[in-house]
């Protein structure tokens, strides 16, 4: 395996039943991939037998653990203190339509908020100190 020096890491609140857990993580994930650079995530191109092209596959291994609410939160804490890229997703943002989301996520404080997923994009050495205690999502 190739040794890279970013690492990338999503991390899903065990508590969270899969089908907004899976909400939660493609929202994330879209987020982060509209600021992600396309060189640092080693996008590639995969050619199959036939030549059809299926495009930006990453080269990396993308990591996916749990942990509860808390432990997101700390991760995101640390994460803007150590300038490491990442999107949060929270419960308030899945109770109705946008605004709805917006405005009661505007009415929240952090500690009221229920994380339910985290991706993270960063320094190998620091994404994997945080997250090593972590276990895989199943």
């Not at 909400?23 to 509209?34: K, P, Q």
């Not at 037998?49 to 808390?70: C, F, R, T, W, Y």
Request: aromatic share 10%.
């Amino acid at each position: 395996m190739a040794n890279f020096d970013k690492k990338l890491v999503i991390v899903i609140n065990e508590k969270v039943e899969i089908g907004k857990a899976m909400n939660a993580l493609s929202f994330a994930m879209l987020g982060f991939g509209a600021n992600a650079n396309k060189d640092e995530l080693k996008l590639n191109q995969y050619i199959d037998a036939d030549g059809n092209v299926h495009s930006d596959i990453s080269e990396m291994p993308i990591v996916i653990l749990k942990a509860n609410s808390n432990k997101i939160r700390n991760l995101r804490k640390l994460a803007m203190e150590n300038n490491v890229q990442f999107v949060d997703f929270v419960d308030t943002m899945s109770i109705g339509t946008y605004q709805e989301e917006y405005n009661l996520t505007k009415t929240k404080k952090d500690e009221e908020l229920d994380y339910w997923a985290i991706v993270l994009f960063g320094s190998r050495d620091l994404v994997t100190e945080w997250t090593k205690k972590f276990s895989l999502y199943k």
